[in-house]
């Protein structure tokens, strides 16, 4: 079996609101009766979490065979990499020049320019990666990763050993967030 994860980040929370929209987002879910208000220990990576609510169905996809979530809701805020426990992404693209750098190619060696700007993100909330096709300095927390892998946020709402979130739930959440860009993780552990 093992425990998995599915985390929603919010790709656009500055820094001064992450506290704020977190708060919003959980009042919202508590209102819902997705999850419950009282924290306990119910989540894996911090002491408390917010156990599933009477309507926690109402986040999963109606026909969800994978019957009820056994674990709860944990909440990260502050500069964090998310990342989906699979193995490191394979490419991401520029948002000024729109190339996609291939991080898998080895001799290209664009990895550790992005491994090294992680560090640096997860240290001091900033950072920034020349893009090797326009040489334009971006900050880490702009660039386009292609795929489910890995995201970089101030604000992550990680539900563990839940159902499938639908994609309804997963607008709707979004829509509370002020209709930031989000980012959808699944991992297993
Ligand atoms: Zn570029």
């Known amino acids: 079996m093992g425990d998995y994860f599915q985390t929603i980040v919010d790709l ?12 919003r987002a959980v009042a919202w879910l508590v209102g819902e009766g997705i999850v419950l208000a009282d924290r306990k220990v119910c989540v894996l990576g911090q002491p408390l979490g917010h156990p599933p609510g009477p309507h926690w169905s109402r986040a ?16 990260h805020t502050g500069p964090t990499v998310f990342y989906s ?18 991080l898998s190619d080895e001799e290209e060696g664009a990895w550790p320019r992005f491994s090294e700007a992680i560090t640096d993100w997860q240290d001091t909330a900033h950072a920034d990666v020349t893009c090797p096709a326009c040489a334009r300095e971006v900050p880490l927390s702009e660039w ?46």
Do not use: I
């Open 144 to 189: 386009l990763w292609t795929d489910d892998r890995l995201a970089v946020g101030r604000l992550g709402l990680e539900f563990w050993n839940w159902p499938e979130l639908s994609d309804g739930f997963r607008a709707r959440l979004a829509a509370v967030l002020d209709g930031h860009r989000t980012a959808y993780l699944w991992g297993k552990l």
């Open 60 to 75: 999963v996809a109606d026909d969800d065979p994978d019957g009820e979530p056994s674990d709860g809701l944990a909440v």
């Open 12 to 23: 656009d929370a500055g820094e001064a609101e992450a506290a704020e929209l977190a708060e």
């Open 85 to 102: 426990g699979q193995d490191e992404p394979e490419a991401v693209t520029c948002p000024r020049c729109r190339v996609t750098t291939d």
